[in-house]
Structure formats: C-alpha cells, structure tokens
T-cell receptor
Framework: QKEVEQDPGPLSVPEGAIVSLNCTYS??????FMWYRQYSRKGPELLMY????GNKEDGRFTAQVDKSSKYISLFIRDSQPSDSATYLC???????????FGKGTRLHILP | EAQVTQNPRYLITVTGKKLTVTCSQN?????MSWYRQDPGLGLRQIYY???????DKGDVPEGYKVSRKEKRNFPLILESPSPNQTSLYFC????????????FGPGTRLTVL
C-alpha cells in the first residue's frame, strides 16, 4: 500500500458546485497535512495546512482531517473556473521531516 | 520581490554528462527542498535541507547530490545523468519548518538523452 493515495481524476464539475477532494494514507505517524494547488506549467502553491485532526476553513476552502480513518479532504464551495487546477495533498510526520505528496487530482470547473 | 529562482529552466543533455541545477531564494528561509514531478507519479521529494550544512534524503535521492554551503543556495547535482532522470524539477523554500508555506520555483524541465 502506498503511503498516500489520491485519485488522479480528472474531476469535472459545473461552476458553483461544491467540490470534494480526498486523500487516504497509511502512515499513522503523519501529523501535518497540507493541500497544494498547481496550475499548468507552474509550481505548486500552498492552499491549506492543518495539524492533527479537525477542520480548518479559509474563505471558500475547508480542509478536514480524520486521523482515525487516515483520511483527509478538501472542500471548495461555490467553485469557479479559476479553481481549475491540479490539487495535491501532502503530509509530514515531524515539522522538519520529509514531505510525502499525493499524485494530485486534476479538477475542471465547467463554466 | 520574494522569490525562488532556478536555472536553467530547460535543459537537454546526454547520458553521463554531469550537470548542476541551481536554486536560490531571497527570503532568508531555513528549509529548502528539491522535488521531481513525473506523470502518474506526482511530486516526490529528492533531498531537503533544514539549514546550512544540514541535508537529508527525501523519497528518491538515488542519482542526485545536493549541497548547502550558503543559506540562499541549494544546488542539485546530477553526477552521471541517466534517461530515467528526465523529469520536471522544482526547488522550494520555507521560512521555518517543512510544513510552513513552501514557495516553489518555476521548475526546470530536464531531458536526458
């Protein structure tokens, strides 16, 4: 089993819909969970960062971590065509440790 | 402007010819990292550095070397490149620790023939 699993998509949803992106992981030592957004031909940029279990909200984005199920989610409300990108989850055990990324989910928001 | 720069942006080379990809950041960040990104495999960490003279292996370090002699620079060295190192490479830096906001460079597309 890979350390981090993420459905590559592509995922196509109409503008205005709620988008749900997910990752599962196998390493129970992971404590830090991140979501990155990557536009075509660009480097990734950090969207959300959470520590341990719980929810975190930032504007239209909500990150959820369920450590008991080893499952993390990113929700995008009122999705916009500008949200079309690849979304990568990432995890780390300690704050100065290596980071493991998921393969990324390609998201298309249809106008 | 705060940024991470990489050079070259594009490189085509031949098997066995040593090359260096430079990375520089102007934000006085402690943590720097190199990744490669491949279709179907995602973003994988090659090496990271927590500060000057402190480096450690990431997930896929084989065939690569790094050095961190100055805080701002973190070059990636391929002593004897092989075709399986053809990839898109990203350098990143973080102010504090690995899980703080990582600023990624623009990427270097390397082709090894």
């Amino acid at each position: 089993q890979k350390e981090v699993e993420q459905d590559p998509g592509p995922l196509s949803v109409p503008e205005g819909a709620i988008v749900s992106l997910n990752c599962t992981y196998s390493n129970s030592a992971f404590q830090y969970f991140m979501w990155y957004r990557q536009y075509s031909r660009k480097g990734p940029e950090l969207l959300m960062y959470t520590y341990s279990s719980g929810n975190k909200e930032d504007g239209r984005f909500t990150a959820q971590v369920d450590k008991s199920s080893k499952y993390i989610s990113l929700f995008i409300r009122d999705s916009q065509p500008s949200d079309s990108a690849t979304y990568l989850c990432a995890m780390s055990g300690e704050r100065d440790d290596k980071i493991i990324f998921g393969k990324g989910t390609r998201l298309h928001i249809l106008p | 402007e705060a940024q991470v720069t990489q050079n070259p942006r594009y490189l085509i080379t031949v098997t066995g010819k040593k090359l260096t990809v430079t990375c520089s950041q102007n934000m006085n960040h402690e943590y720097m990292s190199w990744y490669r990104q491949d279709p179907g495999l995602g973003l994988r960490q090659i090496y990271y550095s927590m500060n000057v003279e402190v480096t450690d292996k990431g997930d896929v370090p084989e065939g690569y070397k790094v050095s961190r002699k100055e805080k701002r620079n973190f070059p990636l060295i391929l002593e004897s490149p092989s075709p399986n190192q053809t990839s898109l490479y990203f350098c990143a830096s973080t102010r504090g620790l690995s899980t703080d906001t990582q600023y990624f460079g623009p990427g270097t597309r390397l082709t090894v023939l």
